[in-house]
């Protein structure tokens, strides 16, 4: 039987601390809730004393969440250690994560001490945090740049004073992967009572290493892993949890597992970066829009004859229905033909031969073939069945204390339809309206408006992705203004389910 990898997730707590992504607490428990579906272990749910707000949130996910453990942060002073116990009080099963810096730029620079004077204050605080609950996390702040001999002393001088679980961060994401599992090892064969602890990673992304360290520190005896969905977090952020679930998962070789639940990965990693605001880089590995998306005709071919040709994961896995074949100047017949049957067309090869020729002369000129593209390529668009269908007019009433409406006319098949509702926004309510005239249920699964460039007068790029009977369905606009905008794409999604 492997070894079971303790998945810590601190979303909400090292990744909250990035500016713009702060949750109210009715977010943050539905993210909590999500992340007990997904099954981590351990959530890191704030840091109590930092604001009235962060210690009701760790009240009210102590009371939401049941099976994980619920964690909250503390500096190495009685105060922070008392205010997180209250804040915990309600929680089933409770964490203490106490911890100071070991480097010697924390030492000298930040607090202005000795490393005799932060060991007494380390077990001093373990030993305190221990009075509270019984699961007592310690950090040793940028152990990454610590001296590995004085961080072996004080991490057997913190689990002698009671630590269950040792966290070892690479504060500044400056280590190097064999280096952060040298040190790893170095502990393991170092301090003397590390059996009676769980030795943890918490690494940070500043040189792109987060992930690689992560994995060098489980290799080398780490058995908890600090993680963030997308890998939000400070600066360039924290070890993404997918990256690492997903790494152990497809090594079969290796001897650890985890207990996550991975076809919920792509669902998380979508309610997190909606509610956070924190769009997901769309090469992002695991959840990234293009992660599952092929786009050279070698490739296509090759994942057309066996998806494991280019694909280490299956896309089920995460969660995601299924890859998909882009058209792009790159692709070749067999992605053509691919996406052609989709759309329910088959032709002959001599027919395919003229329709690849004209297919790769509108590619030059777009960046990618869309579905309507290849109809209109085909010669049947807004024919029978087909649908044309365009948003004609929208005026919106919105503003402090109006009641936000939205009048939508959409022109479908030639037949012109309006329709008018209300909402919680101008945009709502144009949804709204545009779902009462096409009568079916849609369910809108993504929103994200990304300004281009930062003016004021900018485009914003919409994207919308619905859900209908089970598929999913996108669109796209820019525009100049974000509620056309967002309407237009909306419709576009729309369009391709008519
Ligand atoms: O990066 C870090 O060192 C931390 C600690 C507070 C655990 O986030
Ligand atoms: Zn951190």
């Known amino acids: 039987m492997s070894d079971k990898i303790i998945v810590f997730d601190t979303t909400l707590r090292d990744g909250e601390q990035v500016p713009g992504c702060q949750l109210n607490t009715v977010e943050k428990i539905e993210v909590a809730k999500a992340l007990e579906s997904l099954g981590v272990d351990v959530i890191e749910a704030g840091f109590p004393i930092s604001s009235p707000g962060d210690f009701q949130s760790v009240v009210a996910i102590s009371k939401a969440v049941s099976n994980p453990v619920i964690c909250g942060l503390t500096r190495a002073i009685e105060k922070d250690i008392e205010v997180a116990a209250e804040a915990l009080q309600y929680a089933k099963r409770k964490r203490i994560h106490t911890g100071i810096g070991t480097s010697p730029y924390h030492i000298k620079y930040k607090l202005n ?134 790494i152990l998962k497809s090594h079969k070789d290796l001897p650890v ?45 090759g994942v057309l004859k066996n998806r494991e040709n280019y694909e280490i994961i299956n ?70 069945g087909d649908k044309a269908i365009k948003l004609e007019l929208l005026q919106v009433v919105c503003g402090k204390s109006a009641v936000p409406m939205a009048t939508v006319r959409l022109k479908i098949n030639d037949e012109i339809i309006s329709s008018t509702a209300s909402g919680n926004g101008p945009i709502d309510a144009a949804f709204t309206a545009v779902k009462q005239i096409i009568k079916r249920k849609v369910h809108l699964e993504e929103f994200l408006i990304q300004a281009i460039t930062r003016g004021s007068d900018d485009l914003g790029k919409v994207h919308v992705q619905i859900e209908n009977r089970g598929k999913l369905y996108y669109g796209f606009s820019a525009s100049t203004d974000i509620i056309s905008g967002a309407v237009e794409a909306f419709v576009d999604a729309i369009s391709k389910i008519i």
Request: hydrophobic share 40%.
């Open 315 to 384: 896309p089920k896995d995460v969660g995601i229905k299924e890859s998909s074949i882009d058209l792009t100047a790159r692709s070749g017949r067999a992605a053509l033909k691919y996406r052609l049957k989709n759309l329910g067309y088959s032709f002959a090869k001599k027919e395919i031969d003229k329709i690849y020729d004209r297919f790769l002369a509108l590619a030059d000129k777009k960046k990618e073939i869309k579905d309507d593209d290849l109809r209109a390529l085909i010669g049947k668009v807004a024919g029978k």
């Open 113 to 246: 001490s000795t490393p005799d004077k932060i060991l007494e204050r380390a077990v001093a605080a373990v030993k305190y945090a221990k009075r509270f609950v019984e699961d007592v996390e310690f950090y040793a702040e940028d152990a990454g740049r610590s001296d590995n001999k004085y961080l072996a002393k004080v991490v057997e001088a913190v689990i002698a004073a009671g630590a269950t679980v040792v966290n070892i961060p690479d504060t500044t994401g400056y280590c190097l992967p064999h280096e952060f599992g040298n040190k790893i090892l170095y502990l393991m064969e170092n301090v003397s009572n590390v059996h009676k602890a769980v030795i943890s990673t918490h690494c940070h992304n500043d040189l792109g290493m987060a992930t690689a360290n992560t994995i060098e520190g489980v290799l080398n005896g780490a058995r908890q892993v600090e993680v963030t969905l997308n890998g939000i977090g400070e600066r360039a952020g924290n070890t993404s949890l997918e990256e690492v679930v997903m």
């Open 257 to 301: 597992h985890t207990d996550i639940n991975t076809k919920q990965i792509y669902k998380t990693s979508r309610l997190v970066s909606s509610l956070m605001n924190m769009p997901v880089q769309p090469n992002k590995a695991i959840v990234g829009r293009n992660a599952f998306a092929h786009s050279s005709g070698i490739h296509q071919d």
